[in-house]
């Protein structure tokens, strides 16, 4: 850890990892596109200064693959519409898990707490009319697979018994020194090898 670590921000944090981790920029570039960032307080709106996070950072592969799937906008599309950065600022917020952190430390369990699955809430609050959804926090499960790896999928949200909110993907850690385990201010970012979505469906 460096010195002075628990006065960075989460931002600061992130900037630093992605320039040691190059792998990691396309995903904070997403971040800056949204202008998320507050240069004044430096926050990044919706993440709390005094929380503690599990940071999931997809590789640049996973997050082309999602952009091919359709699910995610190209960054340079972001701001073209207003779905476009609805679809955008849910795959950022998605990714920063508020409430614990949570190291990939190849036991069986998850720590701390030793969990065998957690359900974890994203930074992520939406509102869809539609669903009569109204910041409306949504969740992602975390398990170990048998290799002790960490595994993140995203839980879908139900409105009676369908489907309001479809959970896509699932992410595990990519296990390097310089892209997981990366301890920061009251968090750790973890680099995954899939994106991971959330789609909202049409109501019927």
């Keep these: 850890m460096a010195e002075g670590w628990e006065d960075q ?22 971040l800056d ?5 507050n240069a004044t307080d ?5 993440i709390s200064k005094a929380g503690f996070y ?8 996973a997050i082309e693959q999602a952009v091919a799937s359709g699910l995610l906008p190209a960054l340079n599309d972001v701001l073209l519409t207003d779905e476009n950065q609805s679809k955008a600022y849910i795959f950022v917020m998605t990714h920063f898990l508020s409430g614990v952190v949570i ?11 030793n969990y065998e699955t957690l359900s974890m809430p994203t930074s992520l609050k939406i509102t869809v009319p539609e669903w009569d ?7 992602v499960n975390v398990a170990k697979q048998t290799d002790g790896t960490l595994k993140f999928t995203p839980r879908n949200y139900e409105v009676g018994t369908t489907v309001a ?5 699932n992410g595990t850690v990519v296990r390097d020194v310089k892209k997981s385990n990366v301890m920061g201010p009251r968090a750790v970012i973890h680099a995954i090898d899939h994106a991971l979505l959330f789609k909202i469906n049409p109501k019927q």
């Excluded at 990892?17 to 997403?30: A, E």
């Excluded at 430096?42 to 919706?46: A, M, R």
């Excluded at 940071?55 to 592969?61: H, R, S």
């Excluded at 190291?103 to 707490?113: H, Y």
């Design 54 to 61: 599990t940071v999931l950072v997809p590789t640049k592969a």
């Design 133 to 139: 959804l109204v910041s409306t926090r949504l969740y």
């Design 42 to 46: 430096q926050t990044i709106t919706g």
């Design 103 to 113: 190291p990939d430390d190849g036991t069986p369990r998850i720590d701390p707490g």
């Design 165 to 169: 909110v479809e959970g896509v993907n």
């Design 9 to 30: 921000t989460i931002y600061a944090f992130l900037t630093k990892y992605v320039t040691d981790n190059p792998d990691g920029k396309l995903f904070k570039d997403y």
């Design 33 to 37: 596109k949204l202008t998320l960032y």
